[in-house]
């Protein structure tokens, strides 16, 4: 149980474009929703956490505006990358947890790459 | 302020041994411990956690040991094999807060040699 998945799993774009990624819980209904950004070798940086009908809440120095975050059902969120530049370039994992448990389920990630 | 410090870096066991890996959080209101396994373009999974209310948690091979006291806590991966191979990271969060999120180590590259 409590599987999350992304898709899609690569996205390669040219500079300037939009990319939307998107969140699913598959088996559970997800009350909150999370949006990290990995770099090569590095750890999980949080970018947002959404809860289901709720304007997403971001963390300090991601832009709100290039980083459009949608959670519009328990079970879906969707992360909007807008003018998409090669320093956007990242893995992209989402996770998502239900009311009353700590446990966050990870997803299987998304590679974005910018040209 | 890194509130969750995680070492070593990187760890080379041989298939067999222990391998072990040690963080240590700040914010004393912490008080939920996971644990995540992540493979190389995958997602991180939950391998095991812990609250500050036991000294130890054990699910199969993988051990979590808790010093409320020294604000530290450690994986222990027994009998390691090749396949254990992954980077680990460790994280803190405060359950049932209005607002709760992970705050994760730097994580440590695992490799088991055969």
């Known amino acids: 149980g409590a599987v999350v998945s992304q898709h899609p799993s690569r996205v390669i774009c040219k500079s300037g474009t939009s990319v939307k990624i998107e969140c699913r819980s598959l088996?559970?209904?997800?009350?909150?929703m999370f949006w990290y950004r990995q770099f090569p070798k590095q750890s999980l940086m949080l970018m947002a956490t959404?809860?289901?009908?709720?304007?997403?809440?971001?963390e300090q120095g991601v832009e709100k505006d290039k980083f459009l975050i949608n959670h519009a059902s328990l079970t879906l969120s969707t992360l909007t990358v807008t003018s998409a530049h090669p320093e956007d370039s990242s893995f992209y994992i989402c996770s998502a947890k239900y009311l009353g448990i700590e446990t966050q389920y990870f997803g299987p990630g998304t590679r974005l790459t910018v040209l | 302020q890194q509130q969750v410090k995680q070492s070593p870096q990187s760890l080379i066991v041989q298939k067999g041994g222990i391998s072990i890996i040690n963080c240590a959080y700040e914010?004393?209101?912490?008080?939920?411990f996971p644990w995540y396994q992540q493979f190389p373009g995958k997602g991180p999974a939950l391998l095991i956690a812990i609250r500050p209310d036991v000294s130890e948690k054990k699910e199969g091979r993988f051990t979590i040991s808790f010093n409320k006291s020294a604000k530290q806590f450690s994986l222990h991966i027994m009998d390691s094999q090749p396949g254990d191979s992954a980077t680990y990271f460790c994280a803190a969060s405060i359950f049932n807060s209005g607002y709760s999120t992970l705050t994760f180590g730097k994580g440590t590259m695992l490799l088991v040699s055969p």
């Open positions: 914010n004393t209101a912490f008080d939920y």
């Open positions: 088996d559970f209904q997800a009350t909150t």
């Open positions: 959404s809860n289901e009908g709720s304007k997403a809440t971001y």
